[in-house]
């Protein structure tokens, strides 16, 4: 068990908070997509409010241990103040003398952002002694950066082993909530989608959810090596050959455990992947030896709806095509829509998926979306992720 921010007295303490501000950036360097701040703002609203004096911290992009001007995380720090209307400085490190004194001088209800965790190597070497540098501006340690939850880096599992008193924010408690609403106390038939461009990255996952699910769906790439493993010829598509008999024993895994199993039965195809591609909708039987499959047909799209028809419950992970091409983007957007506009609990994770479904405008008809990819993913595997495990090694203290 963990605790959570509403569990622990924060008025008058320097809560360090972990949060996952790593959000896209424009040209000009301004954000593009401000969602992973929103995400946080439940968390950091609670602790103002409960007079907490609150140090944010995140990265932002791969410096690499280097201070590179371009992730900077000033200008998430302009964003914050809009959301949050009051001033939210930002310190010039994130660790050292200058900061501690900056964080001492904090009054209750303050903000304080600190410069980008990944400016120093120590963050995601988890050194003991950036640990130690950044514990001591806390007197109280809050995990809200779901996404980075399975990365086992000072700021999320060093640190909480050094703070007596840690918990997780509202974010996180969401994500887990609803993660064992979806796979481990599901309302049945619980159906799971996975696409995107491979299994290798997924394989875990797929053997971890056929232990759960009633139905699941493949499309995507990923499809293309489990027709490859029933024997259908799928001419140049992208397909693991070193992987075909491993997708022969997950169908043979599902088929022994009852749970039926759903690949494309059409799919668009071209013989290049451009943008201005010249397709063709064709049976998955009869595609040519030089072509290759990029997104699902309609009668897919159909046989998926159908599937979904009767849900209670959706999972779903990675898109059915190349949807950042318009040519090969119909098949993602119409089961976007079919989750959509299901009554099931509908969870999404995943960076494409979430793209796919705000460029569908079904982001209201889900019912959680998930921040994070990997950590999502990690979940599906069903792994623990170490930053709620160091979050309960806390609770022992």
Sequence with gaps: MIKYIDEIPLKGQRVLMRTDFNTPLDDSGNIADDNRIKAALPSIRYAIDAGARLILCS???????????????????????????????????????????????????????????????????????????????????????????????????????????????????????YFKKALEEPVRPLVAILGGAKIAGKL??????????????????????????????????????????????????????????????????????????????????????????????????????EVLYNAKTIVWNGPMGVFEFKPFSRGTMALAHAVGSSQALSIVGGGDTDLAIHKAGEVENISYMSTGGGAFLCLLEGKKLPGITALEGCRKK
């Excluded at 259908?232 to 491993?246: A, P």
């Excluded at 013989?271 to 030089?290: M, N």
């Design 204 to 305: 875990e996952a797929i053997n971890n959810i056929l232990n759960r699910v009633d139905k699941l769906i493949v499309g995507g790439a990923m499809a293309n090596t489990f027709l490859a493993a029933q024997g259908v010829d799928i001419g140049k598509s992208i397909t693991e050959k070193d992987l075909t008999d491993t997708a022969k024993a997950l169908i043979d895994k599902a088929s022994n455990k009852g749970i039926k199993f759903y690949l494309p039965v059409d799919c668009i195809i071209a013989e290049s992947l451009e943008k201005d591609a010249v397709t063709r909708i064709v049976p998955i039987q009869e595609i040519p030896d030089d072509w290759m499959a990029l997104d699902i047909g309609p009668a897919t799209v159909n046989l998926f709806s």
């Design 59 to 177: 990265h932002l992009g791969r410096p690499k241990g280097q201070r590179i001007e371009k992730w900077s995380l000033r200008p998430v720090a302009r964003g914050l103040e809009e959301m949050i209307n009051q001033k939210v400085p930002l310190a010039p490190d994130c660790i050292g003398d200058e900061v501690e004194k900056r964080v001492s001088s904090m009054s209750e209800g303050e903000v304080h952002l600190l410069e980008n965790l990944r400016y120093h190597q120590g963050e995601t070497k988890n050194e003991p002694g950036f640990a130690k540098a950044l514990a001591k501006l806390a007197d109280v340690y809050i995990n809200d950066a779901f996404a980075v939850s399975h990365r086992a880096h000072a700021s999320v599992t060093g640190v909480p082993g050094i703070v007596k008193n840690c918990g997780a924010g509202f974010l996180i408690k969401n994500e887990l909530l």
